[in-house]
């Protein structure tokens, strides 16, 4: 599978973006999604998971109550909703996408865990 990040851009602290992740294939709900980060000399690190076909959700704690992640496997896309963003939260955020059964719940938080990736999207939230 291809995916393609967009959505990207700059927004005041306390405003509110929509990453989208596009991906090529009809086997796109085969692939649990996740979203990772990576902030100027700093390591990626993981921002968000979905299974599959939305039997679970699993957010980093530095996002939880502000980031939704989401997906619609009809249209092969994936989304991130950034909500009372911080001055913290930008980075070029990436998306990631791995063949999982969703038969059972394996949540992917570590980047190694995910063998396809966009290009990213930088995401600058002003102070």
């Known amino acids: 599978v291809q995916l393609q990040a967009s959505g990207g851009g700059l927004v005041q602290a306390g405003g509110s973006l929509k990453l989208s992740c596009a991906a090529s294939g009809r086997t796109f709900r085969s692939y649990a999604m996740g979203w990772f980060r990576q902030a100027p000399g700093k390591e990626r690190e993981f921002v968000a998971a979905?299974?599959?076909?939305?039997?679970?959700?699993y957010y980093a704690d530095s996002v939880k109550g502000r980031f939704t992640i989401s997906r619609d496997n009809a249209k092969n896309t994936g989304y991130l909703q950034m909500n009372s963003l911080k001055p913290e939260d930008t980075a070029v955020y990436y998306c990631?996408?791995?063949?999982?059964?969703?038969?059972?719940?394996?949540?992917?938080?570590?980047?190694?865990?995910?063998?396809?990736w966009g290009q990213g999207t930088l995401v600058t939230v002003s102070s």
């Open positions: 979905i299974g599959p076909s939305n039997n679970y959700r």
């Open positions: 990631a996408a791995e063949q999982t059964p969703d038969t059972i719940v394996v949540v992917r938080r570590g980047s190694d865990e995910y063998n396809f």
